[in-house]
């Protein structure tokens, strides 16, 4: 057993809004420069949508993220001989326009135009060219549903389920998936960089690009599946999610957390044992990828796990902080959070809880009573979201954790619906999820009264 | 985390961090590993290469500020700057806590407000004053002959053809740097010529939503009310207003704060989408779902709160109030008829005027509800017995109980309380009364909403010789809830679909099924007898935008008092539309008001300012006759909606600005002249018809405004309804109204028709703002103005219970100043010009009556006489509007304006009807802030700078300063005979100073100000002092109103909640019907509150134009977009009668067939090229709209149906409209 500690995050998908405030200061405080107009190391994307950049889910075209070969666990982009034949003309780099051509305004119009026949206007400008441009496509393109009945048919995720899913109106669903570097256990854009540049911090896991050492190869950037190394076309390096290492060397949480006002991220430690990693990504079945995961994370309570760790150097505040991680909770206590595209097989770091909404809606339609907390669980399978689409993006298409997540909260709401009215709870809804009524408050404490000492 | 994460929180100081770094550095001081199967490197040490994210981060100093922008937020930031240079923005997390066991407002934010410090440096910026290049060369060379700056001015302004030569090159570039002085210099003389040779009531300052930065409003404001020109409303200009809330309360709007949320069991989003405009708020929801709450949508599109809802109801667009009946009848049914719910009927009773008689009139045989019964009608002759209503105990007899509006002015003090000294009302005289007749009721519900009636049975009594019911059977009825035995035409159940009232009759209207109707109807009632009524409504612009708001919002107030949910925590209506919320309201009203100074000030309702002044009245063919129904007596027949303002002026009901038809400096000259009373002269002289309204001819030059002052709004890129006419007729600039003026015969009769329509009333239009919008495009002089992270002010919010500030993270930067500066700058200009051309002045100042005084018991019955018409005299302050000789000493208004006057001491400070002295306060100030030396002012406490304002503020209103509160709870415990004073009694020595809220938010304490108990840290819910403490509200039974008694009200059908479709704009307007035709199709236009700005701010920042689509663009459905051939991202244009909108396509099948959104406020300077219409540049959002009077928000003098700023007022509303959309050539020109 070797520990080491790494720092997560959870999101709670279910309580996400939207809203964007985790891109703009991430973009405000890191990447509001020349060469990195269109990096985001936080963005947010639509679900159904085709996300950022386009399709970069779809690893047959990208060929990010690792692969079984013979039981062996080899980058997907092939090995080491067709990345260095590759260097000159990568296949698999995604080009601008997957991205978009970032741009601005002629500003100054406004105030300089001279006497006129009309109004003065500022006109878009491409931040690459300086020439004037069309807005033809950007990172939030498909913003809540814009332009889906074109675009989301692209969803490598909608593509797969064919027409389970309709794009009408009815139907309509969608949910936001805030996405940061995952800072895997097992990163393939550190396994891709030729020049040794990308390295994961052996105190804390974060994944980092040392910027003397970048070369500008960009293999990293097709490496990673889930395209979060950005090219800055200006100074040649590649550029990434930090985790906002220089707050967090101060106690402070990463930009994109602390400023989210859906309040719905947590940042924990997570012990592992490195020594598992390797065979854990090798499982063949990707559905037991997940479950893999899991095995890797160890008990911080375990008196075995906590001399390890102090042998490994993991300071005392970090064990401690293990011991009361919310994300330990989230992931391997309550198993409402999932991980993104285990399939990957780069075992990432930024887990989700899967969005439970709008529930009762489709149950209503079949006569049942929607506050019953029995009807709940059924109406799970008739979300407005499919839960086959949950499962293709959390758990290479396994329904059933995203099944029992789901339920979970759902068993939550009913509980605490008869607390808050002074009602008795029907017992039967923690233990029909597998879980005590002091688990399921405990849960209700961390995901909805949140305090800011508990999230972080 | 670790620990030291936590201990982080409060900015670590500089020894902290540095032992940080270095522990943290120590851990990578290890050496290097690869792992076995060499799948990954761990390196160690040579970190060097991560310096720079290092350096970024690194700071000098942060400062916390919050952002202007009337978006309700009032978030606390922290704004890090670097070298001087303000680098970005992240929340802070330190507010007051909620409590242990629920979420707390940390962080408080959104993406727009992250993108703000872009701006400081941006090329958008207003760095210097600007001035339009050729008004300028004229003034220069008019300097060159006039040594005085007042004759420059004139001689240019009198020059027609230099007046309109500057007037056309509005909006059209060619702006030029001007300095300081210079600008100051022409602004001032175009104010002195104006208040000389116009009057001074030819001056407007136009600044709305005080409550985001109260002292930047306050100074602007204290300025024009100094000059005596008038402050234009902005809440009810903007639609925000609910005039339900006015209606039902007698309230402007009371309204939960958002950590209440939390204590809903129930929770309705109607026509509120909170994700995207209460950002900051929407957490609340999110987590109270996980206690058990309920969350159900209403929203005709799939909005981004429906994401979280567990049902969602998708009514079509405007139909809100058919879905709301349909639930109250639902209600209505089960739980008061077929079942009593006890707890509902003993609400009803204490706090709602249902038990009240209402005396039926014969109408063409039948009858028609009247008006309240009162004790002047049972024989009763003591003072206020008119304003007295009368309902019937449990034995049938006649009571006149304590509360109502009698009881509150009359002498005849402790009786102003809802204590019903153990009568039990009568809510029904079914089934103990054997006497039914026949009513006579409205109906609007024909596709083109023309007024039709039904004939409903309602038990009766005979009563002092009136036949009378009660206001709950007079309900039943009009929600057509049968009962046995009663006469006329009822539903035969919930699925009869012709009738009004049932949940069939709703779905046909709304397409919402019936079953799901009653269902959530059932649920709610249910859950708040269960939960003790914590069922919340929030609801927003999406059901309040429309003309017939009023109905909509006491069709939702009817759900939530039939079920007893108002004036809890967790229930009630939660209408978040404005940041109207000015907690500190006394304070700022009185400095904003100079009420320090002098009484009255001018305070003009905006729409009607507008209507009149962009001359959207000549295009205007809506009649209040089209409003109207059978039972109507006829007297709004053949009214045009000016018609029915210069009644409203004339009756002293609304106020009207510019009031007469001359110089009102001049009319008091003139009355000394002939050695007559000021007040006498002008009523004389109006009753002979030598005196006129200037609103009976406001084409005239001499009743145009003259002068504008916009600042902390973009009144043209934004809020300006009618956009197009406001270009043409106000500016004489390039607009493209698209319709033609009224025809002869359908034209006002009391308003004079002049055969041209004027172009171009304006001399000035000064505009004081950061970055260019249309306005400043459009304005004479442009100053500019500090940012939000430049100066000191304060603000407030609905949405959270703290006073906060904005704090100056850096100086103004190139020549800003704060607007603070800027008028001090102006009134010494000004000051100094008057020596020569104003000194001392008398000005007679006419205002309405207003609610809140006396003013409002002024025309008894709500019956309307009109001394025009011989039925009265016009008797100023009861059937004419209230005369008030003013003195201002010209040359003393800089003066004043830095200094707090001697009136608060005679005086005090007054709100809502209560008053309180402040002696100890204004000697606090004194001594804090220091006193004037010498001049006007001497010996006064000094107002000279933000920071002493904002403390001005604070020490004088009630929630700042728990001395004042106690004073005005004191005050009002004389007249409510109750005990309120220990709502007050930890928090008398509460105090906040300036000082305090740049340390952190700071809590407010409950006030006589707001209706809420908020002590030992309860969450704020409006009217729960009302509830708890049997305060009245502020009405006519001083109960909550389902029924309004006013003839204009019974003449439009709307004395109880009715459903009216929108605005049938084929019928009214000729616009073309709804749907395809050819490569065309008619849609429903709307304009919602989008994601990426806040109104105009923010839409401009490319971070945010990144984020949506670069520009302009309308949601169109994928039905709508096929039967024109666009795809997405094709340019298309709308077109309506009232101009061209440019913009792109978004297709979405989020959006219902036959509705676009444009979302509000996306502005024509960025990325809006040239119509293929017009051949000009697009216009914005509010190009296509144009304002829709509702002729009942003008009454006036009756009750909680009175004027008062922002309270009353006729609404901007802009929902009603429709356009034509089509796809454009895709090659544009910019």
């Not at chain 2, 109707?517 to 914590?534: K, L």
């Not at chain 2, 303002?645 to 510019?658: D, F, I, N």
Request: proline share 7%; net charge negative.
């Amino acid at each position: 057993m070797r520990v080491m500690a790494q720092l997560a995050m959870v999101m709670n998908l279910d309580k996400c809004i939207g809203c964007h405030t985790c891109s703009v200061t991430c973009k405000q405080t890191w990447t509001n420069r020349d060469g990195v107009e269109y990096a985001w190391f936080n963005n947010v994307e639509t679900k159904p949508g085709q996300g950022y950049p386009r399709r970069y889910e779809d690893q047959e075209r990208w060929r990010g993220g690792w692969e079984l070969r013979r039981g062996k666990l080899v980058p997907a982009a092939g090995g080491r001989l067709r990345r260095l034949a590759n260097l000159f003309a990568n296949p698999e780099m995604p080009a601008l326009e997957d991205y978009y051509e970032p741009w601005t305004y002629d500003y100054r119009t406004l105030t300089d135009a001279p006497l006129g026949d009309d109004t003065p206007v500022a006109r878009p400008v491409s931040a690459i060219t300086g020439e004037p441009t069309s807005v033809r496509w950007g990172p939030n393109w498909e913003d809540s549903l814009g332009g889906a009945p074109e675009h989301a048919r692209a969803d490598p995720m909608v593509q797969r389920l064919g027409q389970e899913i309709r794009l009408e109106f009815e139907q309509s669903f969608m949910f936001y998936l805030p996405r940061i570097c995952e800072h895997c256990l097992n990163p393939s854009c550190v396994a891709s960089c030729p020049s040794g540049a990308m390295y994961k911090r052996s105190e804390d896991g974060i994944v980092l690009v040392d910027q003397d050492r970048c070369r500008g190869w960009r293999m990293c950037v097709s490496g990673c599946p889930y395209k979060k190394v950005y090219f800055n076309h200006r100074t040649g390096k590649a550029e990434k999610c930090t985790f906002c290492y220089p707050r967090l060397e101060v106690g402070l949480p990463t930009v994109c957390a602390e400023t989210c006002v859906g309040r719905l991220r947590y940042i924990g430690v997570l012990l592992y044992d490195a020594d598992r990693v390797g065979e854990a990504a090798s499982e063949p079945d990707e559905q037991r990828l997940y479950q893999a995961q899991l095995g890797v994370f160890l008990d911080p309570h375990d008196p075995e796990v906590v001399r390890a760790a102090e042998r490994a150097g993991v300071p005392h505040d970090w064990i401690t902080a293990a011991q009361r991680s919310p994300v330990h909770s989230l992931i391997t206590r309550y198993r409402v959070a999932l991980p993104l595209h285990p399939e990957y097989r780069t075992m990432p770091m930024v887990w989700y809880i899967p969005p439970l909404s709008p529930v009762v809606d489709a149950l209503a339609g079949t006569g049942f009573d929607g506050e019953e907390a029995g009807n709940l669980f059924g109406a799970i399978d008739a979300l407005r979201i499919p839960l086959d689409y949950l499962a293709g993006m959390f758990t290479a298409g396994d329904p059933e954790p995203v099944r029992l997540a789901l339920r979970r909260l759902a068993a939550m709401r009913s509980h605490m619906r008869a607390v808050n009215l002074g009602e008795t709870p029907d017992p039967a809804a923690s233990t029909g999820v597998g879980m005590d009524v002091g688990s399921l408050e405990a849960m209700y404490r961390l995901l909805a009264v949140a305090k800011y000492e508990d999230r972080y | 985390m670790c620990a030291a994460f936590h201990r982080a929180r409060k900015r670590p100081s500089p020894g902290d961090l540095v032992a940080d770094l270095l522990l943290s550095g120590g851990r990578f001081l290890t050496s290097a590993e690869v792992s076995d199967d060499h799948r990954a490197a761990f390196h160690r040490g040579g970190r060097e290469g991560d310096s720079f994210y290092r350096d970024r981060w690194s700071h000098d100093k942060v400062v916390p500020s919050t952002h202007g922008v009337n978006c309700t937020g009032s978030c606390r930031w922290n704004v890090y700057v670097k070298d001087g240079i303000i680098t970005w923005e992240t929340q802070d997390v330190d507010y007051p806590s909620t409590g242990p066991d629920r979420p707390e407002y940390e962080p408080r934010g959104c993406p727009r407000g992250a993108s703000f410090s872009w701006y400081t440096y941006s090329p958008l910026r207003v760095r210097y004053p600007y001035a339009r290049g050729v008004l300028v060369e004229m003034y220069r060379e008019a300097r060159r002959v006039h040594d005085d700056p007042v004759a420059a001015w004139r001689s240019v302004v009198d020059d027609p053809l230099k007046r309109r030569a500057y007037q056309r090159a509005r909006g059209k570039g060619g702006l030029v740097r001007v300095s300081w002085d210079e600008a100051v210099e022409m602004v001032a003389a175009a104010h002195v010529h104006t208040i000389k040779h116009h009057g001074p009531d030819r001056i407007a300052g136009f600044s709305p939503i005080p409550a985001m930065s109260m002292v930047s409003h306050a100074v602007g404001s204290r300025f024009m009310a100094l000059i005596g020109a008038p402050m234009l409303s902005f809440y009810d200009w903007y639609a925000d207003l609910p005039p339900a809330s006015p209606q039902v309360f007698g309230d402007q709007t009371d309204v939960p704060e958002s950590a209440d949320w939390w204590d809903a069991a129930y929770l309705m989003l109607w026509g509120s989408n909170v994700p995207v405009t209460r950002t900051p708020d929407a957490h609340f929801m999110t987590e109270a779902r996980y206690r058990g709450q309920k969350v159900v949508v209403c929203s005709p599109d799939y909005s981004d709160a429906t994401k979280f809802a567990d049902e969602w109801l998708a009514p079509h667009p405007g139909t809100d109030a058919a879905l709301a009946i349909a639930m109250g009848h639902v209600v209505l049914r089960e739980f008061f008829v077929d079942a009593a719910t006890p707890s509902f009927a003993d609400y009803a009773r204490r706090f709602t005027d249902l038990p009240f008689l209402v005396a039926l009139e014969e109408r063409d045989g039948g009858w028609a509800p009247g008006k309240f019964l009162t004790a002047a009608d049972l024989g009763e002759t003591g003072p206020g017995a008119e304003w007295k209503t009368v309902l019937l105990d449990d034995r049938g007899r006649p009571v006149t109980p304590n509360g109502s509006l009698g009881f509150r002015w009359a002498d005849e003090p402790g009786r102003w309380n809802l204590d019903l000294d153990g009568v039990t009302p009568t809510l029904s005289l079914h089934p103990g009364s054997h006497e039914s007749v026949e009513v006579l009721l409205p109906r609007f519900d024909a596709p083109d909403g023309s007024g039709a009636a039904v004939v409903r049975g309602v038990p009766v009594r005979r009563v002092a010789g009136r036949t009378v019911t009660t206001v709950h059977d007079l309900l039943l009825a009009q929600y057509g809830v049968a009962r046995p035995g009663l006469p006329g035409r009822w539903p035969a159940g919930y699925d009869d679909e012709d009738e009004p009232g049932t949940p069939a009759w709703a779905q046909r209207l709304t397409g919402v099924p019936a079953d799901r109707i009653a269902r959530i109807a059932r649920e709610f009632a249910d859950t708040a007898i269960r939960s003790g009524g914590r069922c919340m409504i929030v609801m927003g612009a999406g059901t309040n935008h429309w003309f017939h708001s009023d109905l909509v919002y006491r069709s939702f107030l009817t759900l939530l008092l039939l079920t007893g949910c108002q004036g809890r925590n967790g229930g009630g209506w939660a209408h978040y539309v404005g940041q109207e919320k000015v907690r500190p309201l006394t304070g700022w009203s009185t400095l904003a008001g100079a009420l320090d100074w002098h009484r009255p000030p001018r305070q003009m309702i905006g729409t009607a300012y507008w209507y009149t002044h962009t001359d959207q009245w000549r295009y205007d063919r809506l009649t209040a006759g089209a409003l109207t129904w059978p039972g109507s007596k006829g007297r709004l027949a053949d009214r045009t909606v000016a018609d029915c303002l210069s009644q409203s002026a004339r009756l002293g009901w609304m106020p009207s600005y510019p009031t007469f038809d001359r110089n009102p400096l001049d009319l008091v000259d003139e009355a000394e002249a002939a050695g007559a009373d000021p007040v006498e002269h002008v009523v004389a002289g109006v009753r002979s018809g030598e005196v006129g309204f200037a609103c009976e001819d406001p084409d005239a030059p001499g009743n145009w405004p003259r002068v504008l002052t916009v600042w902390r709004a973009n009144l043209l890129g934004s809020s300006a309804k009618g956009n197009e006419y406001f270009l043409r007729h106000l500016l004489g600039a390039d607009g493209n109204p698209r319709a033609a003026e009224t025809p002869a015969h359908e034209r006002p009769r009391a308003v004079r028709w002049r055969q041209d329509a004027p172009e171009g009333k304006l001399d000035l239009l000064l505009a004081l703002d950061f970055r260019m919008t249309s306005t400043t495009l459009f304005a004479d002089v442009t100053l500019p103005a500090a940012t939000w992270y430049e100066k000191h002010d304060l603000s407030s919010t609905d949405m959270h219970p703290f006073v906060h500030s904005f704090n100056a993270a850096v100086d103004p930067p190139w020549q800003a100043r704060t607007d603070f500066d800027a008028f001090h700058a102006i009134a010494a200009k000004l000051s100094e010009l008057a020596v020569t051309h104003l000194g001392v002045r008398r000005d007679l100042v006419a205002t309405a009556m207003q609610h809140d005084t006396p003013g409002e018991t002024a025309q008894p019955g709500g019956v309307v006489r009109d001394w025009r018409d011989g039925e009265c005299d016009p008797v100023p302050g009861r059937t004419f509007p209230v005369l008030t000789v003013v003195e201002r000493d010209y040359t003393a208004i800089a003066a004043k304006l830095a200094a707090l006057g001697p009136l608060v001491d005679e005086l005090g400070v007054t709100a809502k009807g209560w008053t309180a002295r402040v002696a100890p306060e204004v000697a606090w100030l004194a001594e804090s802030n220091g006193v004037v030396a010498s001049g006007p002012a001497a010996g006064r406490p000094s107002l000279d700078t933000d920071r002493k304002a904002a403390d001005a503020v604070l020490a004088l209103s009630g929630t700042t300063n728990g001395r004042v509160a106690d004073e005005g709870f004191r005050w009002l415990e004389e007249r409510v005979g109750k005990p309120l004073r220990p709502l007050v009694e930890h928090d008398r020595a509460h105090r906040v100073t300036f000082a305090d809220t740049r340390s952190r938010p700071a809590s407010v304490v409950t006030s006589p100000e707001w209706s809420g108990d908020e002590s030992g840290g309860r969450r704020y819910s409006p009217f729960t002092i009302n509830v708890e403490r049997f305060k009245p509200w502020h009405t006519l039974t001083g109960r909550q109103h389902f029924f309004l008694d006013h003839d204009w009200v019974a003449e439009i059908g709307e004395q109880l909640p009715v459903y009216r479709p929108p605005l049938d704009l084929h019928r009214l307007f000729g616009e073309p019907r709804l749907g395809p035709n050819g490569p065309e199709v008619t849609v429903r236009y709307l304009t919602p509150h989008s994601k990426w700005s806040i109104h105009s701010e923010y839409q401009d920042n490319p971070i945010m134009q990144t984020l949506s689509r670069g520009g302009p663009a309308f949601w169109v459905s994928p039905a709508d977009a096929a039967a024109i051939g666009v795809s997405d991202n094709d340019w298309v244009e709308a077109v309506n009668r009232n101009g061209v909108v440019v913009g792109r396509a978004i297709v979405s099948h989020r959006m219902p067939t036959g509705t676009v959104f444009l979302y509000h406020a996306q502005e024509r300077t960025v990325n809006v090229p040239k119509s293929e219409t017009t051949g000009k540049r697009g216009g914005i959002h509010n190009s296509l709209t144009r304002l829709q009077i509702k002729p009942t928000h003008l009454i006036g003098g009756y009750a909680q149906l009175s004027f008062a700023l922002n309270y009353y007022g006729p609404t901007g509303n802009q929902r009603d409209e429709v356009t034509v959309l089509r796809r454009r050539g895709q090659e544009v020109r910019y």
